[in-house]
């Protein structure tokens, strides 16, 4: 049983045979690094013995141990909450979210189902009777669908979003509202009397036919019913809307239609209305003042004439707003609808989401295959499904490239010598890696780390208190990663890599190395090399975390945790599976087939080296030879650190092979040594074939090298490589911030072509200006003015028409007041309000009757004082001359305009909070309680909706975001706490700061690798070395993105910063070789090569097949950001670890760790030698 040697009795990489000649010493000229790394390797000795002693063991408690971890999988959490992903913990922008939740909660008031209609003929001008008919028949087609669920039938009008639906005192005048109450929307059809068709309430009165949108003229209807009933209130209600006659007061688009109104204006002349002129300035829906649709919600590629007058336009776009899940579970709770279904907001939402994908379907149908226009229809639904699938593993895609690992694993290692053959050495690692990763993933899920399905933000994320209520596929910007789809592929191809390399030391332990000893040499010469490189993977992982994005941390902590689990397997678990195979190989059995012994008689022969004698050895400036690692030893007296070599011997140049050796060769293994007792042997040989000798040692070392380090080589590298990092510095420049949508959904598919088109025509986004608490609103009302004019004048805000009012709850309830001071005004003078009494005044009057006479004290509510002294009662103003609310009137009258005014209230979009009590006006009751109106308590949350306009490249996002911040900034200082809430500053905002962490994290991980690499290799030079070719890798990984096109987000970062790790695995090897070997600089970078240019390529070709299942996806998406990108990152790494950092080596690689002691024997020279150090590999 092999005993692990004490750090005195470490043996030599070259132990000569026991008559040869006393060997010679070397004293080191490091001792601290080469004595450290003697401790270290003695451990790593110490460790593979032990496993080879209990390899059964240790496989069995591996494997356990990675299958338990495994079963974490079962737990895993797939996170698709929007904040919860893409917005940084304790940012401003967390903060902000957080604070609206707090007033608002999660749910927001609606979503959006868009259509969108374009003609085949681009540039083709839309604006005619017959696209608008086309687009009639598409969204009509829409609007009449209906689902069945729980024994219901869903339609439009049942869970559709109606803003502000006015509460009135009389019943039948209520529920016949609450049935013809239009839903929102937003459509091009409304300029005209068609735009009725998509309302589908009805209502009922005795005597008329069924009331709907296409017949109501509700001033008709008012004046029928006027005797009735007592109406007063409603119609003020309406005239102050602005709804007039409705749909029917409106041109008709086909005047022939024979249900076009008589009241239509073309009616009678029967000609088809101007279609440009009547969507000139934008439509309305049956509210004039309070539903106005501007021209950019509803046409897209607009052209003006010299005075600004439409002429034409490229598309149209109707949107349909849906109630929220939580609202339509509120609505129809205890309904008697649902009463006995159990109805529930699951329920709700599986309702809407059928709908949804119904409504796309019938849309998208609607239309004939000859029509000369096309229909593009979206959901947030049906964006869902399609990214669902987005993050769906694909078991074809995962199997396959697994299946063809295993082969490539197996057919490297497969040779002709049957019992000497590492197929199955091969088949074992790469399942063990497979089983590590799954168990690495496995322990994520314990940790609670939760995985970022590619639901991108859909589902519940469409929220108007986020985004923009008419273009919700844009809050969908940047798409998730999706570590289940790349993960595993990413993985098994890094911990494959150092498979292959324990695989290719193991065939190559130094002659006379005892049986029992094998894997404990293995691990000495390769375990340094596999701890530098897992150790960095982690590091860049764990660096990239450092980018504040939750679901790119989180996918970097996932890939470090696996990597570590690799690390873990490889080190501690594949040297069990190398001892059991080389129990079978020393028992003569065939390779996988280990039931059957070999028919070739192939059993392992320790060979000790012969004395060289007088003989020659030729060699060549790149001579090779065993090893590609000197080991250090101590002496006894732990003085010295020192390197026993092989006796002398004489080195001439060769003839004809410049790299040839007597000398054990890498260039095979054991097997090799077989045939050199042929003779003494009668037992049966296998002659291979002369191919069957070549592989990839042999290439580097009779082809690869010699070429490349030849003078006018290494100019000509230095020159490329110069050359392409000029050139990858001018592609830095070329890189542009951002990720659209339409880069993660699939080309091809209709969402893609409505995502595309709508980025094309209606780049619109709807935006909040919230206003905090924590300061005084009433006494704030100039700041407030001046914050909405500051945020007003940004150049994204789309102003509004001339002719409308500002959009905002502020000027909304000081208009309100006005218009009721006016009405109290008229009435005073005519005498219908008196000090004592309001009954005769107008609704308007005696409202504002009510509210002059407040004091705004809880405890002393109204001032009497104002009855007695009419003169103070005309002279108080709601509205003073300078457009402020009276401060001790400014919570009262809030109470009052919102009970009273529910549609400029809804239009507002004010969400105040907390909302402000019911109350209920009534002109004929004057008692004290009627006239104590509750104060509103101070607000601590209002908003200001904006839209934003023009918003095409993220550099235009960052212009609006930074505008809006200043804004905010310069509103602080007034007194007002304010904040930019909307998708912009959701997603976008992160690129105020991304370059900068990207950075940062690139300039730590440098460091950290400098500093790892410098403790590790004990050699500060050799990791300044890496760390330049590091730097240049990621640097031209950057460049070659910009020539591609493809932009700098969180993503990409991630990968720039995980290059780094990932690099490390095609440099380290090479330094640490040469690094370890004697000679001159030449002559190591050779020697280097040999050794690590098999394994280094075999990983090379590993993860590249690890990623080759990626180009088979359906998504560009994971085409481009991963497949290319991480291609192009493997080939860099491949071109820089062999050619370009074996050239530097070769130029200004550190010296020997070793040098002859003095007074020892020299040994000779090679001819034209670059250094006085010894030629020894």
């Known amino acids: ?64 141990a990675f299958g338990a971890l495994a079963l974490g999988l079962r737990v895993a959490i797939i996170e698709t909450d929007l904040e919860q992903l893409w917005v940084e913990v304790g940012s401003r922008v967390s903060q902000e979210l957080h604070y609206t939740k707090e007033k608002l909660g999660e749910e927001a008031a609606y979503t959006s189902q868009m259509l969108i209609q374009t003609p085949h003929q681009e540039g083709e001008n839309i604006l005619t009777p017959e696209a608008l008919g086309l687009h009639l028949q598409a969204a009509l087609a829409a609007s009449k669908v209906q689902v069945s669920l729980y024994g219901k039938s869903w339609d439009l009008n049942k869970i559709c979003y109606k803003s502000g639906i006015p509460l009135i005192e009389n019943g039948m005048i209520e529920r016949m509202i609450e049935k013809l109450f239009p839903c929102v929307i937003l459509t091009p059809l409304d300029c005209f009397w068609e735009g009725a068709k998509l309302q589908g309430g009805s209502a009922y009165l005795p005597g008329r036919p069924d009331i709907q949108w296409t017949n109501l003229d509700p001033e008709q209807l008012l004046k029928e019913l006027g005797p009735f009933a007592s109406l007063e209130g409603f119609r003020e209600l309406l005239d102050k809307a602005e709804v007039g006659q409705a749909y029917v007061g409106r041109p008709c688009l086909h005047p022939d239609d024979l249900h076009c109104p008589p009241t239509a204006p073309n009616h009678h002349s029967k000609q088809a209305p101007n279609v440009a002129q009547e969507l000139n300035g934008g439509c309305h829906g049956f509210s004039h003042k309070f539903m106005h649709w501007q021209e950019e919600l509803l046409l897209g590629g607009m052209a003006r004439d010299a005075q600004g007058q439409l002429l034409r336009a490229e598309a149209l776009q109707s949107t349909f707003l849906l109630m929220s899940p939580r609202q339509l579970y509120e609505h129809f709770r205890g309904d008697y609808q649902t009463h006995d279904i159990g109805w529930s907001e699951e329920q ?86 497979a089983l590590a990763v799954a168990s690495g993933l496995g322990l994520c899920a314990l940790l609670g780390i939760a995985f970022n399905a590619a639901t991108t933000q859909v589902h519940q994320d469409y929220r108007a208190h986020l985004g923009s209520t008419v273009q919700a596929p844009q809050f969908l910007q940047l798409p998730t990663p999706v570590p289940l789809q790349v993960l595993p592929f990413l993985a098994l191809g890094i911990g494959v890599d150092d498979i292959f390399l324990l695989a290719h030391a193991f065939t190559e332990a130094p002659p006379g190395t005892p049986l029992q000893e094998r894997t404990g040499e293995c691990l000495r010469r390769t375990g340094t090399s596999v701890a530098l490189t897992s150790i960095n993977h982690m ?11 939750p679901a790119l941390r989180a996918f970097s902590l996932q890939a470090a945790i696996v990597v570590g689990c690799n690390f873990a397997a490889v080190m501690l678990v594949f040297p069990a599976v190398l001892s059991l195979d080389l129990h079978r190989r020393h028992c003569q059995r065939l390779d996988v087939l280990c039931c059957f012994s070999s028919p070739c008689s192939a059993r392992v022969i320790q060979i000790l080296p012969q004395e060289l004698g007088d003989r020659t050895v030729p060699v060549g400036i790149a001579h090779l030879t065993a090893t590609v690692q000197a080991f250090a030893h101590c002496e006894a007296s732990s003085q010295h650190v020192v390197t026993i070599l092989p006796p002398r011997a004489h080195l001439v140049p060769p003839p004809s092979d410049p790299l040839g050796s007597e000398l054990f060769s890498p260039g095979g293994s054991t097997r090799d040594l077989l045939g050199q007792e042929e003779g003494t042997r009668q037992k049966a040989t296998c002659n291979s074939l002369p191919c069957a000798r070549w592989n990839l040692a042999h290439f ?41 949508l339409t880069d993660v959904v699939p ?103 009510k509210l002059l006479i407040q004091t705004g004290d809880a405890q002393e509510p109204l001032d009497f004082s104002q009855l007695s002294l009419p003169l103070q009662l005309t002279t108080r103003k709601l509205v003073d001359k300078e457009g402020l609310i009276p401060p001790e009137l400014f919570y009262v009258g809030l109470t009052m305009w919102v009970s009273s005014d529910p549609l400029g209230l809804a239009a507002s979009q004010a969400n105040f909070y907390p909302p402000p009590p019911e109350w209920l006006h009534d002109k004929y009751d004057t008692t004290g309680e009627n006239l104590r109106i509750p104060a509103a308590q101070p607000l601590e949350f209002a908003q200001f909706p904006f839209l934003l306009h023009g918003l095409q490249k993220t550099a235009d996002f960052v212009e609006a975001i930074e505008g809006a911040r200043a804004a905010c900034t310069e509103a602080g200082r007034a007194g007002v706490r304010a904040y930019p809430s909307g998708s912009p500053f959701l997603f976008w905002e992160q690129y105020l700061g991304l370059r900068r962490y990207f ?116 998504f560009d998406f994971i085409i481009r950001y991963f497949f290319v990108v991480l291609t192009v990152l493997t080939l860099l790494g491949l071109l820089h670890g062999l050619m370009l950092l074996p050239v530097l080596l070769s ?18 020279q090679l001819p034209n030698n670059q250094s006085d150090a010894p030629v020894s590999c």
């Open 1 to 64: 049983m092999a005993r692990p040697p004490p750090l005195q009795e470490l043996p030599p990489v070259y132990t000569p045979p026991a008559r040869a000649a006393s060997p010679q010493i070397l004293a080191g000229s490091l001792k601290a690094p080469l004595w450290l790394r003697a401790y270290f390797q003695g451990l790593l000795f110490s460790l593979g013995c032990g496993i080879q002693r209990h390899c059964g063991k240790v496989l069995f408690l591996g494997l356990l």
């Open 348 to 433: 709700a939402g599986t309702v809407l989401r059928a709908w949804q994908r119904r409504f796309v379907q019938l849309a998208q149908e609607a239309l004939p295959q000859n029509s000369s226009q096309q229909i593009h229809a979206f959901s947030s639904t049906t964006l869902d499904d399609i990214l669902h699938a987005f993050s769906e593993v694909s078991a074809a895609r995962v199997v396959g490239g697994y299946l063809l690992m295993l082969a490539y694993a197996c057919v490297t290692m497969l040779r002709w010598d049957c019992a000497q053959s590492q197929g199955a050495v091969g088949l074992a690692g790469v399942l063990l890696v």
């Open 539 to 549: 590091v860049a992982f764990f660096m990239a975390a450092l980018v504040p994005i």
């Open 700 to 740: 580097a070392r009779y082809h690869f090298a010699p070429l490349l380090l030849q003078s006018h080589s290494k100019a000509m590298v230095l020159v490329l490589f110069g050359a392409l990092l000029g050139l990858s510095l001018y592609g830095a420049t070329l890189v542009q911030d951002g990720l659209a």
């Open 747 to 849: 080309r091809g598919t209709k969402e893609h072509a409505f995502l595309s088109t709508q980025l094309r025509y209606f780049s619109l986004y709807e935006v909040a200006l919230v206003t905090q608490g924590g300061f005084d609103y009433a006494h704030s009302q100039r700041a407030l003015f001046d914050l909405h004019q500051r945020f007003s004048s940004l150049k994204a805000v789309l102003p509004p028409p001339a002719t409308q009012a500002p959009r905002t709850w502020l000027h909304y309830y000081r208009n309100w007041l006005q218009g009721i001071q006016a009405a109290f005004d008229q009435d005073w003078a005519s005498g219908r309000i008196t000090r004592h009494s309001c009954r005769n005044g107008s609704e308007d009057g005696a409202l504002a009757y």
């Open 999 to 1114: 950075l940062l994290a690139i300039c730590i991980l440098l460091v950290c690798t400098f500093l790892v690499c410098a403790l590790l290799l004990l050699n500060p030079w050799t990791a300044g070395l890496i760390v330049l070719v590091l730097a240049m890798m990621t640097v031209e990984l950057f460049g070659i993105m910009g020539f591609l096109g493809i932009k700098l987000s969180a993503i990409p970062v991630v990968i720039l910063v995980a290059s780094v790790g990932i690099g490390v695995e095609f440099t380290v090897h090479v330094a640490l070789g040469f690094l370890t070997t004697q000679g001159s600089r030449n002559l190591r970078a050779a020697c280097a090569l040999e050794h690590t240019f098999a394994p280094v390529t075999d990983g090379a070709v590993s993860t590249l097949l690890g990623l080759l299942m990626l180009a088979g996806s359906n």
């Open 1147 to 1164: 130029i200004l690689g550190p010296p020997p760790e070793l040098l002859f002691a003095a007074g020892s024997q020299q040994g000779p």
